[in-house]
């Protein structure tokens, strides 16, 4: 069975305390791993794509990882603008579409 | 690129009567769009999936008659909820796929709260 897989659930640092999200997936054929930033009462904001084993992306303070079981979402010398959820999505190669269900970041100034 | 717009972004109406929510792609086009539906503190729960030109498809659980979908052309897709009830209070998001892209990224619009009287 397609199974996505989120942790923590909810993360709480100091400004400066870097850390990383994970999200595990469990799929028949992946063709793209997505993180996403939602603020509340806001649509998901896109972030990265990652489309195979190896791959990385950064963008400012983020950087996102991806291994044949799961990826990562490191967060470097975090600000309390990073205060978020963030959610990992999958896509399969038969289009179906699987959301985590979020990672509740607070960072603390 | 890859902007999504949603209208109204906050509507309140009262019991029984009908809200159409609206979701545009302004800089792509976007043959498929989905409709999804997010309670407090919860992760998006997928309701339908928009085809332009086509019915569009519902995931289990969801009433086809309560929830309209209409996607016109291949820029608009609409969400009726017909009859509303308290219980279909709720913060409404679509999303748009970009026709060209083969990875299936999903862009979001800012979402709809609904709050039925």
Known sequence: EDQVTQSPEALRLQEGESSSLNCSYTVSGLRGLFWYRQDPGKGPEFLFTLYSAGEEKEKERLKATLTKKESFLHITAPKPEDSATYLCAVATSGNQFYFGTGTSLTVIP | ?117
């Not at chain 2, 999504?4 to 976007?30: N, W």
């Not at chain 2, 407090?40 to 979908?69: C, H, R, W």
């Open chain 2, 1 to 117: 690129g890859a902007v999504v717009s949603q209208h109204p972004s906050r509507v309140i109406c009262k019991s029984g009567t009908s809200v159409k929510i609206e979701c545009r792609s302004l800089d792509f086009q976007a043959t498929t769009m989905f409709w999804y539906r997010q309670f407090p503190k919860k992760s998006l729960m997928l309701m339908a999936t928009s085809n332009e030109g086509s019915k569009a498809t519902y995931e289990q659980g969801v009433e086809k008659d309560k929830f309209l979908i209409n996607h016109a052309s291949l820029t608009l897709s609409t969400l009726t909820v017909t009859s509303a009830h308290p219980e279909d209070s709720s913060f409404y998001i679509c999303s748009a796929r970009h026709d060209r892209n083969p990875y299936n990224e999903q862009f979001f619009g800012p979402g709809t709260r609904l709050t039925v009287l």
